[in-house]
């Protein structure tokens, strides 16, 4: 049967294991999300801190580098996408830690017409276009189409939808990795319980055969 020191042993390094795990607070992580043509984000660290420091690379799908960027005080970031194909986002830190995060070619394709190009960023989802308002006899169809169809028009309305909702995907993305830290913390508080009631078994054991 194995000593009381060498529990503890297995004990502390299993712990110490765990406390390595990359699920805990020093976890670097990345997100980032598509805004128009521009793909925004920010790298951090999983108990929340932000990785300032951190270099951000911007890669295409074949893995070719098409951008480095650095975060700013608070580890955002930002670049503008030159064609609505996937990309991949990845966090590097001095000590050689890294995380990504894909944004995917749909997500871009509302900063992006038809033909690929670059949709202007001054359109106002609540201008209405003047000629619309400035014909009074033009026909329902015509003031529906210069409405509904004008890809600026579109594309703004798209962007302020991606505004509201990033907030969102950030608190989600953060607090998913809260509870990782948690299901771990709890894991090491589980496996020093077990560790101490075996000890006081095998202690309780001594007793009684003496």
Not at 70 to 97: C, K, M, N, W
Request: hydrophobic share 45%; glycine share 12%.
């Amino acid at each position: 049967m194995p000593s009381r020191r060498g529990t503890l042993r297995l004990a502390a390094t299993i712990a110490l294991s765990m406390l390595g795990s990359p699920a805990l607070a020093h976890k670097l992580q990345v997100f980032a999300f598509a805004e128009g043509p521009r793909i925004g984000g920010s790298a951090y660290f999983a108990g929340g801190g932000a990785a300032s420091g951190a270099r951000i690379e911007v890669l295409d799908a074949d893995g070719a580098k098409l951008a480095e960027l650095a975060p700013d005080g608070e580890g955002r970031f930002v670049y503008s996408a030159q064609a609505p194909v996937d990309h991949l986002i990845r966090a590097i830190t001095g000590d050689g830690h890294q995380a990504e995060w894909r944004v995917s070619a749909a997500e871009l394709a509302a900063g992006f017409g038809s033909q690929g190009t670059v949709v202007g960023d001054g359109a106002n989802p609540d201008q209405i276009p003047v000629s619309v308002i400035a014909d009074p006899d033009a026909s329902t169809a015509a003031r529906r189409s210069a409405v509904d169809l004008d890809p600026a028009l579109e594309s703004a309305i798209e962007r302020a939808v991606a505004r509201q909702i990033r907030p969102l995907r950030e608190q989600l993305v953060a607090a998913q990795d809260r509870v990782r830290l948690q299901d771990i913390l709890g894991g090491i508080g589980y496996i020093i319980g077990l560790t101490g009631l075996a000890l006081w078994w095998k202690s309780r054991r001594r007793s009684n055969s003496a």
